[in-house]
Structure formats: C-alpha cells, structure tokens
C-alpha cells in the first residue's frame, strides 16, 4: 500500500495535502513521461538508420527499455498501488513480461537486423509498447495516480528510481560485469 504524505489541518486531523511540487522539481510521472519519449525517439531513430547505427539504436532502446520497467516494477507500481490501481498495476506487470519476450525474440542473432522481418516484428513491438506506455499509463494509470497522492510523495518516488538507475549503471560499469557480458 503506498504511503501517503499528510499534512495537519487547522482543525488538527490530517489531511491530504494535493499539491504539485515546485516547477523545478522532477516527479515519478515526469520522468517516466519523458522516458517514454526518449523511447519513441529511439523507435524513430531505428526506423530510419541502417547496419551499424541500427544495431546501436536497436541496443539503446532495449537497455533503456530494460531500465525503465525496472524502476516501474521495483519502484513506482508498489508506490502508487491503491485498491483503484491494483488491477491496471497488474495488467501492467503482465504487458512488461510480454514486451520482454517479444524484445528478446528481436534480438535473436537469426534475424538480420536490416531485414523486412525485422522490420515487422519491430513495427509490431512499437505498437505494443506505444499502448501499454501511452494507452495504460499516461491515459489511464498516471491521471489516477495524478488526483489520488500528493506531489512531495511522487517527487520522493522520483528519487527512489533515479537512486536505482544510478546503482544499475555503476553496477553494469564494473569490470566484473563487462566481463560477464
Ligand atoms: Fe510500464
Ligand atoms: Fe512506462
């Protein structure tokens, strides 16, 4: 259950304070928004480029992708699960688990990236990806999450993801993990 930020009323009982935090502060929304446009970019840049530069946008987008479903699974869906949420939350973790198949069957060696094949399977994972980000969470999740908790207590969320985003990419930096890779 997602704690809540109260703050003490007038008359002493507490109450929500909904408030969005100042214009300069990053909350969990805005920066899983501006992910999901980083991700469309990508989707943009793969369509375009050919051979080398392909294969480098194709990588980016399924370790931005890999990050972004991390921090949403470990951080925001158990922050933001309230009764009014709990079964989108779900259907969300089900479309991360589909969306990943559906990458690494991308990523099989077989298929040759400047291929129509591969063009159609990623034309079809842009459009799942495209629903689950914008349809289920920016049209649907989100605006819930918007009205039900206050903006301090997404901005903390906000940190908690970042937080993570920085150990994972120190965690993949390590000699140990390159060597692993
Ligand atoms: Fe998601
Ligand atoms: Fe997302």
Request: net charge negative.
């Amino acid at each position: 259950m997602a704690a809540k930020v109260k703050a003490k009323g007038s008359n002493g009982r507490s109450k929500r304070r909904r408030v969005r935090p100042a214009d300069d502060w990053l909350d969990a929304v805005d920066l899983l928004e501006a992910q999901h446009r980083y991700v469309d970019r990508l989707f943009s840049e793969i369509e375009r480029a050919r051979g080398a530069r392909k294969t480098q946008s194709f990588d980016e987008l399924a370790q931005v992708l890999a990050l972004h479903t991390t921090i949403e699974a470990r951080i925001f869906y158990p922050g933001v699960k309230t009764p009014a949420t709990e079964e989108l939350l779900r259907e969300s973790a089900q479309e991360h688990l589909a969306m990943e198949r559906v990458l690494a069957d991308l990523r099989d060696v077989a298929i040759e990236i400047d291929s129509h094949e591969f063009d159609a399977k990623l034309g079809l994972f842009k459009q799942e990806v495209h629903h689950h980000a914008v349809d289920e969470e920016e049209r649907t999740l989100f605006p819930i999450v918007r009205a039900a908790l206050d903006g301090d207590y997404l901005a903390g969320l906000a940190g908690e993801m970042v937080a993570l985003m920085v150990s994972i990419g120190r965690r993949r930096s390590e000699p140990s993990a390159l060597a692993r890779q």
